[in-house]
């Protein structure tokens, strides 16, 4: 999983963070986390957001080996290095609450790991889209979390969601080969449309595999989600894939 956002779709996709927050969203960690279902929920979330970034520079470091030229490489080394250091924050904060990272991030890898098998990239092309439209609707999904956490963990899972630049150097680039060869077009949309599906399809099974999660969602834990918010949710999200697809010149 790779976590970014654009200047576009922030807005549309979070949860409103400017609004009055109340309840958990309202506190800090101390306070929040004397609710042991609410800190078994921030544990999960922060080890999914752990393993998700390692798994991302792992992924760009092999995507390198896809690129064209010299300074494309580097670019997605630069990147790689970007999301190891945002692992590190994750990891850090999870020793910091008590939790164990690697405990943490276990139940996440069979299905993070499964997301990226299913989708693994041909080509140099499809790994840029997968890494900007594929990953960015799992960016989305947290933020929409992060909108009810406590406030010391909204604002870590925020900064670590910071895009690491490969939005721009993905439109840039797809844009061109679209250009340059319009037939192109046709089957990177086919390939974000996949993407799209399996990426909500994962997000969903990450969610209903862990109890603290679930709940987390529906309103049990943190403030306001219920299953029509969650409806809406998805909806948000949806309608950002449509942008992502829009700046990548694809239809949707």
């Keep these: 999983m790779r976590f970014m956002t654009t200047p576009d779709n922030t807005a549309d996709t979070a949860a409103d963070t400017s609004a009055e927050n109340t309840g958990v969203a309202a506190q800090d960690w101390t306070k929040a986390s004397v609710d042991p ?10 080890g999914a957001l752990a ?3 390692l798994a991302a520079f792992e992924r760009l470091a092999e995507d390198a080996k896809l690129a064209p030229t ?17 692992f590190e924050q994750l990891r850090d904060r999870l020793a910091a609450i008590g939790a164990e990272p690697t405990e943490a991030m276990e139940p996440f890898v069979a299905a993070l790991d499964g997301f990226h098998r299913q989708t693994a990239p041909s080509d140099w092309l499809e790994g840029l889209v997968k ?25 870590l899972v925020l900064s670590v969601l910071d895009d690491t630049g490969h939005a721009s150097f993905a439109v840039e680039k797809v844009r061109a080969a679209i250009d340059a060869d319009p037939r192109v077009g046709g089957r ?33 834990v943190a403030d306001g989600f219920d299953l029509a918010e969650v409806g809406r949710m998805f909806s948000r999200i949806t309608e950002a894939h449509t942008k992502r697809m829009a700046a990548l010149g694809l239809a949707a």
């Design 131 to 155: 890494a900007y439209v594929g990953d960015s609707i799992a960016s989305d999904f947290y933020r929409e979390v992060a909108a009810r956490l406590d406030s010391d963990t909204r604002a």
């Design 51 to 53: 393993y998700g970034e």
């Design 37 to 46: 279902q609410y800190r078994a929920a921030v544990v999960d979330l922060l």
């Design 188 to 220: 990177l949309a086919l390939w974000a449309r996949r993407l799209m599906g399996e990426a909500l399809s994962q997000s969903q099974r990450v969610v209903a595999d862990r109890d603290a999660l679930s709940t987390m969602l529906v309103g049990g």
């Design 70 to 86: 010299l300074a494309d490489k580097a670019e997605l080394a630069k990147m790689a290095s970007a999301e190891f250091h945002h």
